[in-house]
Every structure is written in C-alpha cells, then in structure tokens.
C-alpha cells in the first residue's frame, strides 16, 4: 500500500524527503552568500564597474515610447531617496493599453497623478495651437510643484557648491576663472520659482563653452587632492545643474512624443492601474561571527581561501570592516523594487508589453541587483539602465509556494545562483586586488555629456564618473 503522498515505499518518501531538504537547504544557502557578498560589496566600495546607458532600439517606435515611459515615471518620483523610486510597464490587450504602475514604498497617490498627468498630456495634443503654450506651461507647473521637495534640495546643493566653488575662484588667474565666476554667479537667484529656476538652468546647461571650463576646472582640482573618485565644488556645480536642467528637458520630450502616432493611441483613452508592493521573501540570519563563511564556500583552491580570509582579517584590522557590516544589518530592511515588481507582475500573469517590447519605465537607473536579476531572468527583458549601485535593502521577490518540487521556486533558486555567482566574484576579486575598487558615482547622469558630445575638447568623465 502506498503511502498518503503516493510513496510507493518507506524507502522511496525518505528519498523525496532528503531532496526536497537539499533543495530548499540550497536556497537558504544561497539567500545568505548573496546577502553576504552584498554587504561585503556594500562595505569595500558600494558598487561594481561601468554604467549601463539607458537601452537604445534601433526601432525608432521602441526607442520613443521607451523614453515615454521613463519621462512618466520620472515624474512620479518626486522626493529624494528610495522611497517614491517608481516602475511602469505598459500593457497592450485587444482592446486597450494599461500602464502598470508601482514604487518601492506604497504611496495611494500614485495611480491618481498618473491618471493626471496622463490625461494633461491628452488635452495638450488635442488642443489647438494657440492654447498649446498655456497647456504646457499649466502641465510644467503641476509636475514641477509636485516635485517640490526634490527640485527645493537640488536648488540647496547647488547654492552651497556655486559658494565653495566661488570661494576657490575668489583670486582668478585667468580670463576663464573670471568668466566661469562670472556665469556661475547668474545661474541660482533666490527669487525664482521652480518652473524659472529649472528653465534657466535648462538654457545654462546648452551653453557648451562654458560647461567645458566648468569640467575643466573639475578636473583640474582633482588632480590637486590626488584622491580617487573624490568630487569637488566643481563637480558638484555640474550635477547639480544637469538634475535641475533634466526637470525642463524631461517635460519637454513628455510634450513631443505625444505628436508620435504610436504614443497618440497610447493616451487616447489609458487605464492605469496600480500594483501593491510584493511583500520581501524571508529576511537571512546573519552571524558576524562567521566572519562571512559562506563567501568562501565556492573557493575550491586551499591556498586562495587562505588568501581571502587573510585579506578580510586585515581590512577589518585597518577599517573594521566586519563592524560596518554589522552596522548595516542592524538597519537591515530588504523590499522588492519597483521594477522587479513590474517584471513579476507581468511574467506570472503572462501579460503582454506594448509594441512588445519587454521594458520597465524606470525614474531613476536601477541598482546592481535589478540590473543582475533582469539579465538571468526567463522573461527576457531589456536589460535597464544601470548605476551597478550596490544598496543591501533588496528582497527577491516572494515564491509562493518555497518547496523544491515547484517550478516557481526552481526558477528563482536558479536566478539567485547566477547573481551570487556575479556578486562573490566581485567582492573576492576587490579583496585580493584583482579589480580595482570603482570610483564613487551618483544614482543619475547629468545628461550634459550628450550637450557637448560633439566637441572636441570634451573629457570623458574619468574620476568623477558619471553625474
């Protein structure tokens, strides 16, 4: 007789029992060499080589409603910080096209301004050409006063990095200190609203000559502290105008694509429906006293593990590593990101993109673990635009039912495997000095690179990467 699992023998459950143990005990595993590897990456330099562009398409339909999507959610996400980081992906039925919506922090608001902003864009399509101006500028007020608290921020740095910077340029020794003084003294006056002050700084942000001195000068100055990947006043000036030039330049494409025909049928009549934040997958135990043991599982060689848990005692006699790390478990709060909830939405309710075309919208380039879990994931996505940032608050996304037998789990133990694999070749290839550690960058470009692409005297972006 069987028994209630259908075990032909005693011999044959204790089989199926010692596989499903293996399968989920390898998961649990891998779920603590992962959060290891991140915390340990996060400790050593916080983020991994290059950047990843935004996805160019040489299908000029794609490439347009791409950038559509990513303007939408840029002005979703209106406060600094993770917290209003918004996804959208669009879906085409039969009948209608949905944009999906969500970001990494629950907010009731979202779905309705999206609704709004959906619809503002409508109406400046449809209007005649002598209302278009006021529609626009009715449209630029509503997202800029939404995105108050950022644009305010920006505004605060700019000023106290145009103040130190002018305080280096205090004695200028050539015409071109004397004429980026000069400019940068015109570019934030306290009186403008946020509409003036991102329009000007827009128009400050095309003047090529002068953005060339500025990364000149940038540059110049690093040479002086001779600190890798430090960023100075200079730099600062920079990125600071690019954030505030992209507020105008943003709402400016918004505006254009909506003459594309593909984007026109788009906003006809849009539904937008919001997704509720996937709650995290189970959070790892995480003893500092393993002094992070399970990095070194995958090291076969005797004599490089040696190596390894040398270089670690080390660092943590030089920088006490091991107490950062444990600094940053204490605040430890894994979520799903947006964009990863927008790619399980869509992959297990088997639904389809727009112009099929497998991309998330994203508000900002997204970190190094999306990046990873897009690149190994079935669903074959376009890969995002990426910072490669390492930031340890990041869950996988729930599994249903966590049972080795289930195809969901197999799936996300398989996605899993390949990202720890990437991120503890990573960090063993920092500790043994194998990869120098890369230069600090922000979340976003600037965008100004592309203004003065063209130029022969541009610099690449070199140690100050890309802001």
């Known amino acids: 007789m069987s028994s209630k699992k259908g075990y032909s023998s005693q011999s044959e459950k204790a089989t199926a029992e010692r596989s499903e143990q293996h399968g989920t005990g390898h998961y649990k595993t891998l779920v603590e060499q992962f959060y290891e590897a991140l915390l340990l990456l996060k400790a050593l330099s916080g983020l991994r080589d290059g950047y990843n562009g935004f996805p160019v398409s040489k299908n000029l339909e794609k490439e347009r409603l791409r950038s559509f999507l990513r303007g939408l959610a840029y002005f979703c996400d209106f406060k600094k910080g993770g917290d209003t980081y918004t996804g959208i992906g669009l879906e085409e039925t039969e009948t209608e096209y949905i944009f999906w919506v969500t970001s990494n922090k629950h907010r009731p608001d979202l779905a309705d301004f999206l609704k709004d902003l959906l619809s503002r864009l409508k109406q400046l399509k449809d209007a005649p050409e002598g209302s278009k101006g006021r529609l626009r500028r009715s449209l630029q007020a509503m997202c800029f006063s ?10 605060a740095h700019l000023t106290k990095s145009i103040a130190e910077a002018q305080g280096i340029l205090a004695k200028p020794k050539t015409q071109h200190d004397r004429e980026l003084s000069s400019w940068m003294s ?40 001779n ?26 494409q918004l505006c254009d694509y909506v003459e594309d025909p593909l984007i026109e049928e788009i906003i006809r009549a849009p539904v937008v429906r919001q ?45 006490e590593i091991f107490d950062d790390i444990s600094n940053q478990y204490n605040n430890f709060k894994p979520r799903v990101h947006a964009e990863v909830q927008i790619l399980e939405h869509f992959y297990r309710k088997n639904l389809r993109f727009a112009n099929d075309d497998k991309f998330v919208g994203g508000s900002k380039p997204s970190c190094e673990c999306c990046y990873l879990y897009f690149k190994y994931h079935p669903a074959r996505m376009v890969l995002p635009e990426s910072s490669h940032k390492v930031f340890i608050n990041w869950s996988l996304p729930p599994v249903t039912n966590p049972q080795s037998g289930d195809a969901e789990f197999i799936q996300q133990r398989k996605i899993l495997s390949k990202m720890v694999n990437v991120l503890v070749y990573d960090a063993i290839s920092e500790i043994l000095g194998c990869r120098t550690a890369p230069c600090w960058r922000p979340d976003s470009l600037t965008d100004l690179s592309s203004t003065i692409a063209s130029s022969p005297l541009m610099e690449p972006d070199g140690v100050a990467g890309p802001s």
Not at 146 to 155: L, P, V, W
Not at 229 to 237: I, P, S, T
Not at 278 to 303: C, F, N, R, S
């Open 186 to 225: 015109g570019l934030n006056k306290a009186d403008m609203t946020y509409v003036e002050l991102c329009d000007s700084i827009f128009t400050a942000s095309k003047e090529n000559h002068i953005l060339r001195l500025l990364r000149s000068r940038a540059k110049f100055e690093r040479s002086l502290e």
């Open 227 to 252: 600190i890798r990947g430090k960023r100075n006043a200079f730099d600062e000036v920079r990125h600071y105008i690019g954030r505030l030039a992209s507020h105008t330049r943003t709402l400016n």
């Open 275 to 319: 997704i509720d934040p996937l709650e995290q997958a189970a959070e790892p135990t995480y003893d500092i006293h393993t002094k992070l043991k399970g990095l070194l599982v995958g090291i076969k060689d005797d004599a490089e593990r040696r190596q390894v848990e040398s270089r670690l005692d080390g660092l943590d006699r030089q920088c």
């Open 146 to 155: 939404k995105a108050g608290k950022r644009i305010g921020m920006y505004q």
